[in-house]
C-alpha cells in the first residue's frame, strides 16, 4: 500500500482538501491518505467550514477528518509527504531523521509545475474565493500524483 501525507500549517485548510481530494481520486485498499499540520492549535478541529463547503460543492466530504500535529514518527508511516509552502516544507524537512527522510517530501504544486518550487497560498484569510482557486490548484496536482502512483 502506498501512504502519502498532506502538510500545511493548521491543518484545517489546504491539507485536509488535498487529503479529501486525493481519496476522491484513488482506490482507497491500494493507496492511503492523511494530512497534518506544523502547528498544534488546531488539533482534534474540524477542517475550516470554507474547506468543508468548496469540497461538498465538488462532492467530497472532510468531516470525518480532524486536525493533527505532524510528527517525526510520520516519516516511518508515510511513503510521499507533499506541502503546501516553502515555510511548512522546511518545518517538515527540519524534523527528517536522515537523507532517505528528506527524500520523501516535497512542494505539492512541483507535480504540475516541476521544479518551480511554488505555493499554495493561505486561504484562510483570503476570502470564500481562495478556496475555490486553492481547490483547483490542488485537484490539478492530486490529479498528477495519482497518475504518478498509477503509473509506478
Same mark, same amino acid.
Given at each position: /500500500?502506498?501512504?502519502?501525507?498532506?502538510?500545511? %500549517? &493548521?491543518?484545517?485548510c489546504r491539507s485536509p482538501l488535498a487529503e479529501g481530494?486525493?481519496?476522491?481520486?484513488?482506490? &482507497?485498499?491500494? @493507496?492511503?491518505?492523511?494530512?497534518?499540520?506544523?502547528?498544534?492549535?488546531?488539533? &482534534?478541529?474540524?477542517?475550516?467550514?470554507?474547506? @468543508?463547503?468548496?469540497?461538498?460543492?465538488?462532492?467530497?466530504? %472532510?468531516?470525518?477528518?480532524?486536525?493533527?500535529?505532524?510528527? =517525526?514518527?510520520?516519516?516511518?508511516?508515510?511513503?510521499?509527504?507533499?506541502?503546501m509552502d516553502q515555510s511548512n516544507y522546511k518545518t517538515?524537512?527540519? %524534523?527528517?531523521? +536522515?537523507?532517505?527522510?528528506?527524500?520523501?517530501?516535497?512542494?505539492?504544486?512541483?507535480?504540475?509545475?516541476?521544479?518551480?518550487?511554488?505555493?499554495? =497560498?493561505? =486561504?484562510?484569510?483570503? &476570502?470564500?474565493s481562495g478556496f475555490d482557486d486553492v481547490y483547483q /490548484?490542488? +485537484?490539478?496536482?492530486?490529479?498528477?500524483?495519482?497518475?504518478?502512483?498509477? +503509473?509506478?
Amino acid at each position: /500500500m502506498t501512504k502519502i501525507l498532506m502538510v500545511c %500549517l &493548521g491543518n484545517i485548510c489546504r491539507s485536509p482538501l488535498a487529503e479529501g481530494i486525493l481519496k476522491s481520486k484513488v482506490n &482507497g485498499e491500494t @493507496i492511503f491518505v492523511d494530512s497534518a499540520g506544523t502547528g498544534a492549535w488546531h488539533s &482534534g478541529s474540524l477542517p475550516d467550514k470554507r474547506s @468543508i463547503a468548496i469540497a461538498k460543492k465538488y462532492g467530497i466530504d %472532510l468531516t470525518s477528518q480532524r486536525a493533527r500535529v505532524f510528527s =517525526p514518527e510520520d516519516f516511518d508511516h508515510f511513503d510521499h509527504i507533499y506541502v503546501m509552502d516553502q515555510s511548512n516544507y522546511k518545518t517538515v524537512c527540519r %524534523l527528517a531523521p +536522515n537523507e532517505k527522510a528528506l527524500e520523501k517530501v516535497q512542494l505539492i504544486l512541483n507535480e504540475i509545475y516541476p521544479d518551480k518550487n511554488m505555493e499554495v =497560498p493561505d =486561504p484562510y484569510y483570503g &476570502g470564500d474565493s481562495g478556496f475555490d482557486d486553492v481547490y483547483q /490548484m490542488l +485537484n490539478e496536482a492530486c490529479e498528477k500524483i495519482k497518475m504518478k502512483i498509477e +503509473n509506478a
